[in-house]
């Protein structure tokens, strides 16, 4: 630390607050002195020769002279290994009990001395000396596994290891979580370990507020995910490969992962895109469906400071006939920033204003932080010192942090009483008249002018009863609080699907909730780190997430707001929101012209409300994002992989954002097949680039020909919009309607598309008769 640090903190959190970051933050750094083991001399290790193996079902296990790795095939085909005894369970992300062994696969001996399982879609094959290669059915490898390395403290504790992988030269790097440099992860180092910058973020700032070690490779021999089941911090070293490099030989890229402790387990799934995040999804867990009215418009800021200010605002979509689902209410709603309370004097009838606004069709959203001030007399703080819900350090003492409210305990979210005791407290939410939660500051965050802005790494936490510290709980503890209040909402309404997302978590989390950006910064830049967050989290198997539109702490010039806003209404989560001091980010604040075209950004958004509840309910059942990158359905095609401006919402619609200031064209490339500008109609041939017009008043949005897209009629009935195939070829779509907010079985219906004699039809497959059942408006070139 130095005068500037201490400056900078107390210029973000205030002269009394930030002298009391700096005492917390000593205190942390003392504590951890105290009771944090010193690691001491270290003993190196590798696994050494094989010296036999046991089959087992699904796989076996392989010793070593100095370790033992456990492979297994899962039904389903993930394939599962561990060193030193790890096996895939207790585990955070995986959704309940890990998959059973797939029987037919059998570990057998291979060549030079090593070991192999062989499955259905995919061979393993072990070295003599603890190599590690997946391989495809053709015997293409994707990935290898160089023998792992321990240092162990020689008086015992936790081992650091490293694990080196290589694969294809051709081969790019997506996931790691919400990484604001991406999607496309390039040469450089990247942290796993949840952290608030302290601030607003840009591209390349690092790391965020999610990290999990899922890695997505995409090459010519095909795509796998690759994730490492361990929650302590660590650091990902990834170096991309060079085909040719040297005397024509291919240099394959690299990826180094280093961890502070924790078990080296691994899961590994392969195939399509859509089949490796299906196979994800089935071991974390299907993403939770949000209800109907969040996949609207919503609008946040941080400083409405009133119910007064809310209804004006409410009152000012209404008169200029914009559509809203939701305002949340941040921070400055609570009495003294304390969860779970309200400001009385601003807010004197909240539950009439969540009622007045609801007959409009507006929901309000409540902030939930997870740190609760510890003083005697605050109702929360006292029934959670009855609940023994708090953390302690290694001598029993309540761990303190400082935060918004001042001098607070957290929550231990990884304790099962402590999840049940808090998800109790959301009575409170709901009867004030609040339709849904956000998490925020759940890295978790105590400010701090120096150091990581977090609780000390020797507090102690239950870890689900098998106890540890916050070098093992911290990653988790977003995760772990989304999961306590997704539960406590299903408790206390049943017959309603909770509507929560978080700005921490780590993998699974999407079985609770989603994710927003948090602060990225106001610019261009950040407009573009918010396409990257959101396109990497649902490559990590989270589908429901969005940025704050317009940037969290500045002030946007008219045109970057309304671009923004345009990406945004593409978005999952379509929110705006802002800091109290960076100015309003309501449209008509920004001029005529911006106005009409977020009127027009909002209108499509609204027609397209069916296709947004299909693409929900496809992720819940198959894990597909949303939004994804254009290499979605041709991985091989390198064109598009390292294409990073552009976007599929969903398997019909390809959306190009505009990145750059004054911009009234810009070039779009194009994966194979016929694509019409939703616009002006006008059809492109890809593979390819074209360049499109893209004024201010909207950016280019092309359909795939022969798509079937469910949208929004003018009299408020579902209608397909059909783009036509091209010659001698055919299409089709999904349509999944919404079955209202509760727990009712969705209903799939399928419907194919084709050219007969210059006329489009429209045909139900698999109904039991020819009736399509909508109204159909064909667009494109055919009649």
Request: charged share 25%; proline share 8%.
């Amino acid at each position: 630390m130095n005068g500037d640090d201490l400056v900078r903190s107390v210029k973000a959190v205030g002269s009394v607050h930030g002298l009391r970051a700096l005492r917390s933050a000593l205190s942390r750094r003392r504590t951890d002195a105290r009771d944090l083991p010193r690691r001491g001399p270290e003993r190196a290790r590798v696994p050494g020769a094989v010296i036999g193996a046991e089959p087992c079902p699904g796989g076996g296990v392989v010793r070593f002279a100095r370790s033992e790795l456990q492979v297994r095939v899962a039904v389903g085909g993930a394939v599962f290994w561990g060193w030193d005894g790890a096996g895939p369970e207790p585990s955070y992300a995986l959704a309940g009990r890990a998959p059973e062994p797939d029987a037919r696969a059998v570990l057998e001996p291979d060549k030079d001395g090593g070991w192999r399982v062989v499955s259905e879609r995919l061979t393993v094959v072990i070295s003599r000396h603890g190599a590690v290669e997946v391989c495809a059915p053709g015997g293409g490898v994707l990935r290898r596994e160089l023998p792992p390395r321990w240092w162990e403290p020689v008086g015992g504790g936790p081992a650091r290891w490293l694990q080196r992988s290589e694969v294809a030269a051709d081969a790019r790097f997506f996931g790691l979580g919400g990484r604001s440099g991406g999607p496309r992860l390039r040469d450089g180092s990247y942290r796993l370990w949840n952290t608030d910058p302290g601030g607003a973020f840009g591209p390349g700032d690092d790391p965020l507020y999610i990290t999990m070690p899922v890695q997505l490779v995409v090459a010519d021999a095909g795509t796998h995910l690759a994730f490492y089941d361990n929650t302590w911090d660590g650091r990902v070293l990834l170096r991309e490969g060079e085909e040719g490099a040297g005397s024509g030989h291919d240099r394959p890229g690299g990826s180094e992962l280093r961890m502070d402790g924790g078990p080296l387990r691994c899961w590994v799934v392969a195939g399509t895109p859509a089949r490796v995040l299906q196979g994800w999804t089935a071991l974390t867990g299907a993403p939770a469906l949000p209800p109907s009215w969040a996949l609207g418009p919503q609008h946040a800021r941080w400083g409405f400071g009133s119910e007064r200010e809310v209804r004006r605002i409410a009152a000012g979509y209404g008169e200029r006939g914009l559509p809203l689902s939701a305002l949340h209410l941040d921070i400055d709603h609570l009495d003294a920033h304390q969860v779970f309370t309200v400001d009385r004097r601003a807010f004197p009838t909240l539950p009439r204003l969540a009622e007045d606004l609801a007959r409009d069709g507006v929901r309000l959203v409540s902030i939930v932080d997870p740190a609760v001030r510890a003083e005697r007399g605050n109702a929360v703080y006292e029934s959670g010192l009855g609940a023994g819900a708090f953390i302690r350090d290694a001598r029993g003492r309540e761990v303190r942090g400082q935060v918004w409210p001042g001098e607070c305990a957290y929550p231990d979210f990884t304790d099962p009483k402590a999840r049940a005791w808090w998800g109790g407290l959301y009575r409170e939410r709901l009867d004030q008249g609040f339709a849904g939660v956000w998490h925020d500051m759940n890295e978790p965050v105590s400010f701090a002018p120096f150091g990581d802005p977090t609780l000390p790494r020797s507090a102690r936490h239950d870890l689900e009863g098998h106890g540890g510290d916050h070098r093992e709980a911290h990653n988790v503890y977003g995760l772990s609080m989304a999961r306590a209040g997704y539960e406590g909402l299903r408790r206390l309404r049943p017959e309603e699907r909770p509507f929560l997302f978080s700005r921490s978590g780590w993998a699974g989390m999407q079985r609770y909730g989603g994710a927003w950006s948090g602060d990225v910064t106001t610019g261009w830049p950040g407009l573009r780190a918010s396409l990257s967050l959101v396109l990497g989290l649902g490559l990590c198997g989270v589908p429901y997430s969005g940025p704050d539109v317009g940037g969290f702490t500045g002030t946007p010039s008219p045109e970057l707001y309304l671009r923004w806003f345009q990406l945004g209404a593409w978005m999952p989560l379509f929110r705006t929101h802002s800091a109290k001091w960076a100015g309003r980010r309501e449209p008509w604040e920004f001029g005529a012209a911006v106005l009409e075209g977020a009127r027009a950004a909002l209108a499509e958004r609204r027609r397209l409300h069916p296709y947004f509840e299909t693409l929900a309910q496809l992720a819940r059942m198959t894990g597909a994002p949303y939004v994804r990158p254009l290499w979605w359905g041709a991985p091989a095609d390198r064109a598009l992989r390292a294409c990073e401006d552009a976007f599929l919402l969903g398997d019909a619609l390809l959306v190009a954002p505009a990145f750059e200031r004054g911009a009234d064209r810009r070039a779009v490339r194009l994966p194979r097949g016929r694509w019409y500008d939703t616009v002006t109609g006008e059809a492109h041939d890809g593979p390819g680039q074209v360049l499109v017009d893209a004024p201010l008043s909207r950016i280019p949005v092309l359909a795939r020909a022969g798509s079937v897209i469910p949208v929004r009629g003018e009299h408020g009935g579902m209608e397909l919009e059909v783009w036509a195939p091209a010659a001698g070829r055919t299409g089709g779509g999904v349509v999944v309607r919404n079955v209202g907010d509760g727990w009712e079985p969705a209903k799939v219906e399928r419907f194919s598309t084709r050219v007969v004699d210059g006329r489009v039809v429209v045909e139900r497959v698999g109904g039991a008769d020819d009736e399509v059942g909508y109204p159909v408006r064909v667009r494109g070139a055919a009649r």
